[in-house]
């Protein structure tokens, strides 16, 4: 199986500094897992692969969201993240095969299985995972590349959901 692995929402937003309180997750914890993980895969000639969550900057989105909006310092990939390729894809949704340059980039480098990690375990990462199914791919998530903010009852409720859709945490 030819496997690329897939870097999601790693954006200034949700780890730097300046981001809101709800985005509490352990960033230079998170941050040194996900680097360890590109390194890895990238010195072992895997394709590693940039998504980052652009939310349309407009008023509304600036009053609703106030996040990830396109343009802005807080939508770039993290200052703190490993950037080993140029593949960067934007998603305007969680699930990052939505954006048909990504799914012809998958098709072209023959990708078969899709590793995730990444934002957020229950929401962009478990979206992705589950399109990638939808789509015929193989996906499995990185457990220790992942992190969320959710509570224990929303963990186990996406990862039964996970597993029923045949998605393997390794």
Do not use: W
């Not at 394709?47 to 989105?61: A, F, G, M, S, W």
């Not at 478990?126 to 399109?131: D, R």
């Amino acid at each position: 199986m030819k496997t690329a692995l897939l870097v999601i929402d790693m954006q200034n937003d949700y780890l730097y500094e300046k981001r809101m309180k709800r985005f509490a997750y352990d960033t230079a914890g998170l941050v040194g897992r996900v680097n360890g993980l590109i390194r890895r895969y990238s010195e072992a000639g895997e394709d590693v692969l940039y998504i980052r969550h652009i939310i349309q900057n407009l008023p509304t989105n600036r009053l609703l969201f106030g996040y990830s909006l396109a343009g802005t310092e807080g939508a770039a990939l993290y200052g703190g993240l490993e950037v080993v390729s140029e593949h960067v894809f934007d998603k305007l949704v969680g699930d990052a095969l939505s954006n048909r340059a990504l799914r012809a980039f998958i098709g072209q480098r023959g990708y078969d299985r899709l590793h995730l990690c990444g934002l957020d375990e229950c929401g962009c990462v478990a979206a992705t995972a589950l399109g990638a199914k939808k789509r015929g791919l193989e996906a499995e998530i990185l457990r220790d590349g992942t992190a969320t903010v959710l509570d224990g009852h929303k963990v186990a409720r996406t990862r039964e959901k996970l597993r029923r859709a045949g998605v393997r945490y390794i």
